[in-house]
T-cell receptor, first 115, second 110 residues
């Protein structure tokens, strides 16, 4: 299957700072990328869907000014958590789809801890 | 939206079969998926089934689909300790959007 690389795998930041998480499709062109958030021992909650070259579509209840998503190329999407607070601490996972594959491929996830 | 429901926990002995159940909500879902998540890691696609199929077998994995009851199951034959993980079913709602189940933690003991 195709490979999606997410970076960094772990990040600790101070409250009030911003953190950028990258999601790259290594061997295919991702027309659509998804960002999920997962709380401990819970399921994945879709935060937003982004199509290359257009604005992301955010799920209800997700603050678009706080979670900035950019999908500038067919192989890269970024999620920036702005003015992070401890309640933003979570596991963030991206996935990518293309028109070639039936399924979505997932990154390894990023554990964000805000102190 | 409505939740995709799974039982929280399943414990089996090595060599037994495991059956993980899922009740989904969208009868128009084209594909239904099973993913595996190991601690601190992303999701690994195990298998998927097209909505017009009743069953799909892939080595040790068997997926059964009951569209009438919106019930999906994953059977793992000859379960191994390496199968211990969290298993998520997922349905697609609308174009490309996946909605995940609540997750089942499988513990395999020697």
């Amino acid at each position: 299957g195709a490979v999606v690389s997410q970076h960094p795998s772990r990040v600790i930041c101070k409250s009030g700072t911003s953190v950028k998480i990258e999601c790259r499709s290594l061997d295919f062109q991702a027309t659509t990328m998804f960002w999920y958030r997962q709380f401990p021992k819970q399921s994945l909650m879709l935060m937003a869907t982004s199509n290359e070259g257009s604005k992301a579509t955010y799920e209800q209840g997700v603050e678009k000014d706080k979670f900035l998503i950019n999908h500038a190329s067919l192989t890269l999407s970024t999620l920036t958590v702005t003015s992070a607070h401890p309640e933003d601490s979570s596991f963030y996972i991206c996935s990518a789809r293309s028109t070639v594959y039936t399924e979505a491929f997932f990154g390894q996830g990023t554990r964000l801890t805000v102190v | 939206g409505e939740d995709v429901e799974q039982s929280l926990f399943l414990s089996v002995r090595e060599g037994d079969s495991s059956v993980i159940n899922c009740t989904y909500t969208d009868s128009s879902s084209t594909y239904l998926y099973w993913y595996k998540q190991e601690p601190g890691a992303g999701l690994q696609l195990l298998t998927y089934i097209f909505s017009n199929m009743d069953m799909k077998q892939d080595q040790r994995l068997t997926v059964l689909l009951n569209k009438k009851d919106k019930h999906l199951s994953l059977r793992i034959a000859d379960t191994q300790t390496g199968d211990s993980a969290i298993y998520f079913c997922a349905e697609n709602r609308g174009f490309q959007k996946l909605v995940f189940g609540t997750g089942t933690r499988l513990l395999v003991s020697p």
